[in-house]
T-cell receptor
Framework: AQTVTQSQPEMSVQEAETVTLSCTYD???????LFWYKQPPSRQMILVIR??????QNATENRFSVNFQKAAKSFSLKISDSQLGDAAMYFC??????FGAGGTSYGKLTFGQGTILTVHP | ETGVTQTPRHLVMGMTNKKSLKCEQH?????MYWYKQSAKKPLELMFV???????ENNSVPSRFSPECPNSSHLFLHLHTLQPEDSALYLC??????????????FGSGTQLSVL
């Protein structure tokens, strides 16, 4: 079974600064997807960024980028030029690329425990 | 306006009550999911429905009973719950595809308290 670990329960950053959130995972699979989700106080989980394991290039989405180290099974999120609106709980998640009959692995995300990010003005 | 709407937003119930959580997606997706988010624990997948058919039950106790009457609606019927069932229940939907860009869209959840 896959596991996802976020070792930082809480992080803080000054507005306009850069912060990195850590995530490690354990899997025996070679093909999979990794995600970072953001959960603001509204509670809705919002996809921030995703990475396909077969791609060596790190994904980027505007101020958000990842450092994907497949051999080390590490998937950190870097937020540049932090904004007050970035304050939220951030979850790292894993999804297998395999699927059985009926596509049963689709949407089956394994989440980490989350990191609460505080942004100070 | 979120594409996935959950009601009620908050729910307090006694252990002998019967209640239902409702989820509706307006995105034309063909798969829907229930996740449980407990304090200080990772999100846990509970149920998966694909084209209205349940394709996954992640060893969830029978006091939780899902229902998916069509691809747009998903319910979670609750009865004789325990205090440890208090959690945020999140609904999600996706468009299942062999393409690699499948994404989950979440609702804002129902915060459930069992007294």
């Amino acid at each position: 079974a896959q596991t996802v670990t976020q070792s930082q329960p809480e992080m803080s950053v000054q507005e306009a600064e850069t912060v990195t959130l850590s995530c490690t995972y354990d899997t025996s699979e070679s093909d999979y997807y990794l995600f970072w989700y953001k959960q603001p106080p509204s509670r809705q989980m919002i996809l921030v960024i995703r990475q396909e394991a077969y791609k060596q290039q790190n994904a980027t989405e505007n101020r958000f980028s990842v450092n994907f180290q497949k051999a080390a099974k590490s998937f950190s999120l870097k937020i540049s030029d932090s904004q007050l609106g970035d304050a939220a709980m951030y979850f790292c998640a894993y999804r297998s690329a395999r699927f059985g009959a009926g596509g049963t692995s689709y949407g089956k995300l394994t989440f980490g425990q989350g990191t609460i990010l505080t942004v100070h003005p | 306006e979120t594409g996935v709407t959950q009601t009620p937003r908050h729910l307090v119930m006694g252990m002998t009550n019967k209640k239902s959580l409702k989820c509706e997606q307006h995105l034309g997706h063909n798969a829907m999911y229930w996740y449980k988010q407990s304090a200080k624990k990772p999100l846990e997948l509970m149920f998966v429905y694909n084209f209205k058919e349940q394709t996954e039950n992640n060893s969830v106790p029978s006091r939780f009973s899902p229902e998916c009457p069509n691809s747009s609606h998903l319910f979670l019927h609750l009865h004789t719950l325990q205090p440890e069932d208090s959690a945020l229940y999140l609904c999600a939907s996706s468009q299942r595809s062999v393409a690699t860009n499948e994404k989950l869209f979440f609702g804002s959840g129902t915060q459930l308290s069992v007294l």
